[in-house]
């Protein structure tokens, strides 16, 4: 594969994760789905009174590596960090629903799945490139 190539695929795998974990997040700062999520489930499983502290947490974070992947710094911190949101969300919330987030389940784990495997490939190309910048 040519240099180009390469980092045209990488940057295009960082893109579309930083809008994935954009649109994921902002939303919820805005139609108030955060806050539900911190009062009506974290803090209902034992987290209380910080459930909502750790749900703006967590989509801060977000939002973080969002905007480091969009400008290619600290890619592993970045996907590491999000990487483990996303096994917590397996954990605590999509692991008994089963597989599938639609069509043979609900709200399964099987998108998380996907995007821990793009961050995966995100760390091992960045690791990869001889021209990143961190």
């Avoid at 977000?62 to 949101?85: E, G, K, P, Q």
């Avoid at 397996?90 to 995007?115: A, D, Q």
Wanted: hydrophobic share 55%.
């Amino acid at each position: 594969m040519s240099t180009k190539n390469f980092n045209i695929g990488y940057a295009i795998l960082r893109l579309v994760m930083a809008i994935v974990l954009l649109s994921h997040s902002v939303l919820g700062m805005f139609d108030g789905g955060i806050n539900d999520f911190g009062n009506l489930y974290l803090n209902k499983i034992g987290f209380n009174p910080f459930g909502v502290a750790i749900a703006w947490s967590v989509k801060l974070s977000h939002v973080l590596c969002a905007i480091l992947l969009m400008f290619n710094r600290y890619i592993r911190l970045a996907c590491f960090a999000s990487i483990f949101v996303l096994v917590m969300g397996i954990i605590m919330v999509h692991f008994k629903e089963g597989w599938f987030v639609v069509g043979g389940g609900r709200n399964g784990m099987e998108y998380n799945f996907v995007l821990i495997g793009i961050l995966m490939a995100i760390v091992l190309l960045n690791k990869a490139n001889p021209e990143r910048e961190n």
